[in-house]
């Protein structure tokens, strides 16, 4: 049998790059050194720790609108057409507190606390061993068909070392605290309006972003995002059990301070994309210098070379077909693809090194 012929076709345009990230001053895992308030540690203990229930934890209602990348002058950038939603109930209170109850439990504490130049108090990398109804959570097909729906493409958790990231803003108690820790301070009302974070990109396509506070005397704590105009859209916060959807990879912003109140703990879970096929373009920039990189590499590898395996079977699916079509082979396309592939390999040689 005759071999099929050859052709080239001109090549697509290139998707945009997405926008560089600037991670933290911090390079290396450090452990905040003050020391969370004892009433923090006692409050979040619950009589009887539950195991995630979609029926019974969840509280969803669709969010009155999400806002388009259009409507931000960003039509065309990132992987889905959906750019932030307005916030919307997720979680019930019960939900709220056995997530607390785990994220302040002696575990997590000991283990997973971290500071760096962007937040003085996180709290990540729990895992399923100490943290398993956050971690049911987050894998739950309920859960992900929810937050998918809002983001506009099926997404997965980023990896299991993301699950989930918390930022922890608290007043001081006078009596002793409990774990070593450095607390963000919550302002008092009169303090002008300025940001918590300074402006930025995240290093994953998107994140839900979930209220584990009660909010109702804070003012502030929405996210401004950044036009190409020079505009600023600003989104307001989540209440306690609400949740935001945000494709934080393509848009620029930062979260403002709120005023009032005693805490304010959020919760940031990241997404990727489910299909293998869609552009990925996560990185390790943000998170590289407050995570343990003995989990977080060997997850971060495990996930992309299994992306690259799915690439790979379905370009040799399409092959197949292509052969028993009796259609020319396109070099021109398959070029293209390697080079994607390429890219998608050097990002992975740029985001794991060894840090000194």
């Known amino acids: 049998m005759a071999p099929a012929a050859l052709i080239s076709t001109p090549s697509p345009s290139p998707a945009p790059r997405a926008p560089t990230v600037i991670g933290p001053k911090t390079k290396k895992a450090t452990r905040p050194t003050r020391i969370l308030p004892r009433s923090l540690i ?8 539950r195991t995630f229930d979609p029926a019974e934890h969840l509280h ?18 990132g992987i889905s057409p959906n750019a932030i939603s307005e916030p919307f109930p997720l979680f019930t209170q019960d939900a709220i507190k056995q997530m607390r109850s785990e994220i302040f439990s002696e575990p997590v504490l000991n283990d997973c606390q ?8 996180m709290i990540r990398g729990m895992g399923h061993e100490r943290a398993p109804f956050i971690y049911d959570v987050f894998k739950s097909p309920e ?14 958790p980023a ?3 993301e699950i989930a990231n ?13 774990a070593s820790n450095s607390t963000s301070t919550i302002k008092p009302a009169a303090d002008d309006d300025t940001p918590a974070f300074a402006w930025h990109y995240d290093s994953f396509p998107f994140v839900c972003v979930t209220m584990l506070s009660d909010c109702t005397e804070m003012v502030g704590g929405e996210t401004a995002i ?21 494709q934080g990879r393509y848009l620029e912003h930062q979260a403002l301070k709120a005023v009032g109140g005693r805490e304010r703990i959020s919760m940031v879970t990241p997404f990727r994309p489910k299909n293998p096929l869609v552009r990925d373009e996560t990185i390790l ?21 299994e992306v690259l395996e799915e690439r790979i079977r379905y370009q040799r699916k399409v092959e197949k077909e292509r052969e028993m079509a009796k259609k020319p082979f396109d070099v021109d396309a398959k070029r293209a693809w390697l080079e994607e592939q390429r890219e998608f390999i050097d990002s992975m040689l740029r985001e794991m090194y060894v840090v000194e």
């Open 42 to 49: 006692e409050g979040a203990k619950v009589p009887q720790k």
């Open 60 to 77: 969803f209602q669709p969010p009155q609108k999400i806002h388009k990348m259009a409507d931000l002058g960003l039509e065309g950038a």
């Open 114 to 121: 971290y500071a760096s130049t962007f937040c003085t108090n």
């Open 143 to 156: 859960v992900l068909d929810k937050i998918s729906s809002i983001a506009g493409i099926d997404l997965v």
């Open 159 to 161: 990896y299991d070392y």
């Open 166 to 178: 918390i930022n922890v803003a608290v007043k001081d108690d006078p009596v002793e605290g409990v």
């Open 226 to 246: 950044k036009m190409p105009s020079g505009d600023i859209k600003k989104v307001r916060g989540p209440a306690m059990g609400y949740a935001v959807v945000m």
């Open 285 to 305: 920039v943000g998170v590289r210098g407050i995570s343990n990189l003995t989990e977080l590499y060997p997850q971060y590898f495990d996930y992309r070379t």
